[in-house]
């Protein structure tokens, strides 16, 4: 596995992929996981690197590790995620989201936006989104311009929720999402696979902050070929 500016640790990032398998059911409760050399030689990483992230699974209360025996997958019902808020998946569960940010710029707020937060420009950032690998979605997302006064390209993570978090400490704890047919946007890179204009599943999502101000819009555009788009209910 690599990692690029932005993006999470190796460790973190083994760690999220196991929590999304298992909240797709891909792993389920006391399944006994390979041996750690296995285990790690068919991510690509270092045991060292693979032990960190059981730890932190452990430290999750997902993982019980049972002395000369091995590593225990505990199911619980609310895994703790970066991504808990992020919806796709792939089409057989699972996949570890990473982001290809294509640009980043302040902006006078689209008129067809629903009306968010406080200032007449919004901060705009385009990304390819892709589910282990897999060029799964196009994401169009506006952050409310009066969060920050610019936001830099190489200053984001894969995570944006995170993002804020350490960056503005802005928490986005509630998000509405409205699923429509939509078309490719004429921005769409060739990457993506579908041309701009086709028909295509679509999120909009209206996310608030803590204090119930509405921060954030979002567009996703997802490739249903790839993944689909998953919310349960606990």
């Given at each position: 596995?690599?990692?690029?500016?932005?993006?999470?640790?190796?460790?973190?990032?083994?760690?999220?992929?196991?929590?999304?398998?298992?909240?797709?059911?891909?792993?389920?409760?006391?399944?006994?996981?390979?041996?750690?050399?296995?285990?790690?030689?068919?991510?690509?990483?270092?045991?060292?690197?693979?032990?960190?992230?059981?730890?932190?699974?452990?430290?999750?209360?997902?993982?019980?590790?049972?002395?000369?025996?091995?590593?225990?997958?505990?199911?619980?019902?609310?895994?703790?995620?970066?991504?808990?808020?992020?919806?796709?998946?792939?089409?057989?569960g699972g996949g570890l989201p990473t982001a290809e940010v294509i640009d980043v710029a302040r902006l006078d707020k689209p008129k067809d936006l629903p009306k968010f937060g406080f200032s007449p420009e919004g901060h705009r950032i385009r990304r390819v989104r892709r589910l282990s690998g897999q060029v799964a979605a196009l994401e169009e997302i506006w952050l409310d311009g009066s969060y920050a006064p610019k936001i830099l390209q190489e200053d984001l993570s894969e995570s944006l929720y995170l993002y804020y978090r350490t960056r503005f400490n802005l928490w986005i704890g509630r998000a509405e999402d409205r699923i429509d047919l939509d078309t490719v946007p004429d921005w769409a890179p060739p990457v993506f696979g579908q041309k701009p204009g086709a028909p295509i599943a679509h999120v909009l999502r209206v996310s608030e902050a803590q204090d119930g101000a509405v921060a954030e819009v979002s567009h996703t555009w997802f490739d249903h070929s790839v993944a689909r788009y998953v919310s349960r209910l606990r």
């Open positions: 596995m690599e990692s690029r500016p932005g993006s999470l640790p190796i460790y973190l990032q083994i760690t999220e992929l196991l929590v999304r398998d298992i909240a797709a059911g891909r792993l389920v409760d006391r399944e006994k996981l390979a041996p750690e050399r296995d285990m790690a030689a068919q991510l690509g990483i270092a045991v060292g690197t693979l032990r960190k992230a059981l730890a932190e699974l452990q430290s999750r209360g997902l993982l019980e590790r049972v002395q000369g025996s091995g590593n225990y997958i505990r199911a619980i019902s609310d895994p703790k995620s970066v991504y808990a808020m992020f919806r796709l998946e792939l089409i057989q």
